[in-house]
């Protein structure tokens, strides 16, 4: 009996745990029927969000595409109407009286290269003004090498360097053939392009030894001439330019003749290296009689300079300094001298140096012009070396002036505060136009001194004719002065307070 009870207990009690798990196992089912649930409609409500998210994107997507459209279809008449006017007949390039033709269109017709599609774009008449387009060809053309080359077959340039696409190497090479017999008898292969950079260096190169031998033989017949040397610097490389004048057919002229690249900075190392170039060309029976480089104690020195090793060589050769660098240190150092005029040149670095150095302040400076209706000018860095930039850094900043106050305030930085209370003054206007007055007339020195044909005589005469005008600017011209600087600082306020065109 015992025994039986205790296996219906057990059997009862596993009963009981069997529907107590099934219960358990129910209860499960269900939350996770119910979990299943609410997954499956939350899919199905992202679902239809996303569905209807990529509706309305269609829709803003078909609207901008009409929009799009209509201003295409605006765009197109604008452009078949000004390409209209450019193609009234067959012909639509420029000629000789009209310079390039240069068709600014707000797009181009697209041809297809390999795989992609590239069209001609405007500005880049901004950076080739020689370029020009054809409306009737779809083809940009070198005007010089179209121009001055008649029968030239292949002068359409594009800018892309496609496989299929003509060059300019193969243009000046057909320019060529027109004068040189050699290469009318010459033909090259069909496939011929002369694109590599060997290639081009080389005709280059041929070119100038023919420019060269011509200029030797021209002074061979004189017999005499004069060397003349400078440094210029070219990117990393420090280069010697030297240049020749000689008599020909009783007119003076003047020759570029060589550059070459200097390692060594002394004068003995100068000295050579022009010496050199006067070997290399076929030069060293002639007489050399004169001998022109610039003030610096390297070349001018009378006995450890250039001009002294080279008379060693070539007792005849007497030095003279530049003239025009004669002129250029006795502005600078006069200009030193006056407190004024450096207070003036180092506001106008100032100026410079803020509209230059940042893109963002030189967009807004040119943005600024256009909106007060100026001219596109860009302001002009000074220099110790070449003194006709202090009178363009006058001139831009004179012309623009309004622009430069306007971008000032509206930048509001320090230094923009500080310049702009500098600018804003009518001593600052006076001086900004007195020293263009006074460079103005030193200015048609300079570039009377660099005339091929000078002579002595004439450089005398022109220096103590601008000797005169200043002295006569300083004694009766000043009070004219003052009045027109007291009308420009008067129109100077009226654009910037009412918005008007400025005109000096």
């Keep these: 009996m015992d025994i039986r009870k205790k296996e219906s207990g057990q059997r009862s009690t596993e009963s009981e745990r069997g529907e107590t798990s099934t219960g358990e196992g129910e209860a499960e089912g269900e939350a996770e029927g ?46 078949e109407a000004a390409a209209a006017t450019h193609s009234t007949t067959g012909f639509d390039l420029g000629d000789k009286d009209t310079g390039p033709r240069q068709v600014k269109l707000k797009s181009y017709p697209h041809d297809t290269f390999g795989t992609q599609k590239r069209a001609f774009n405007h500005s880049w008449f901004e950076k080739h003004n020689w370029l020009e387009y054809s409306v009737n060809q779809n083809a940009a ?35 060529l053939k027109e004068f040189d017999p050699f290469l009318q008898k010459h033909k090259p292969p069909s496939n011929t392009q002369y694109i590599l950079p060997t290639s081009q260096n080389d005709t280059i190169d041929c070119c100038a030894q023919e420019v060269t031998s011509v200029i030797v ?37 003047e020759c570029f003749l060589a550059l070459a690249e200097i390692k060594s900075f002394d004068a003995q190392s100068i000295a050579n290296e022009i010496q050199q170039q006067i070997q290399n060309n076929g030069l060293a029976e002639l007489k050399c009689v004169a001998q022109t480089y610039d003030g610096a104690a390297v070349m001018s020195g009378s006995t450890g300079g250039v001009q002294a090793h080279f008379r060693r060589l070539h007792p005849e050769a007497i030095y003279v300094h530049f003239y025009t660098h004669q002129v250029n240190l006795v502005l600078c150092n006069t200009c030193k001298a006056v407190p004024e005029a450096v207070e003036l040149f180092s506001l106008l670095e100032c100026v410079y140096s803020f509209f230059s150095t940042s893109l963002v302040n030189h967009h807004k400076f040119i943005k600024t012009q256009a909106k007060l209706g100026l001219t596109k000018t860009e302001l002009v860095q000074l220099s110790n070396t070449h003194w006709a930039c202090q009178l363009q850094s006058i001139s831009a900043v004179l012309e623009t002036l309004p622009a430069i106050l306007e971008c000032l305030s509206a930048i509001g930085s320090p230094i923009a505060v500080g310049l702009r209370a ?36 004439e450089a005398f005469i022109c220096k103590q004719a601008v000797c005169d005008t200043l002295k006569g600017k300083h004694s009766d011209a000043f009070g004219c002065v003052k009045q027109w600087v007291r009308k420009y600082f008067t129109d100077l306020q009226s654009c910037l307070l009412k918005k008007t065109r400025f005109n000096i």
Excluded: W
Excluded at 56 to 70: F, H, L, P, S
Excluded at 153 to 172: R, W
């Design 217 to 253: 033989s021209k002074m061979t017949k004189s017999k005499v001439y004069a060397i003349m040397a400078d440094k210029a610097r070219n990117e990393n490389a420090e280069q010697l330019a030297v240049c020749v004048r000689y008599v020909s057919e009783g007119a003076v002229k």
């Design 34 to 79: 119910e979990k299943g649930q609410q997954a499956s409609s939350s899919q199905k409500e992202q679902g239809e969000t996303e569905e209807l998210q990529q509706m309305d994107q269609e829709a803003e997507e078909d609207q901008v595409i009409t929009e799009r459209g209509e201003q295409t279809g605006q765009e197109r008449e604008n452009d």
């Design 422 to 457: 500098k600018l804003y003054k009518f001593s600052a206007v006076y001086a900004l136009l007195m020293f263009q007055l006074i460079l103005s007339v030193t200015e048609g020195l300079h570039k009377f001194l660099q005339k091929e044909t000078l002579d002595l005589a």
């Design 141 to 175: 053309f070198c005007f010089p090498c179209r121009v001055f080359g008649k029968n030239i077959k292949h002068d359409s340039l594009v800018s892309d360097e496609g496989e299929d696409s003509p060059n300019g190497a193969f243009t000046c090479m057909e320019l």
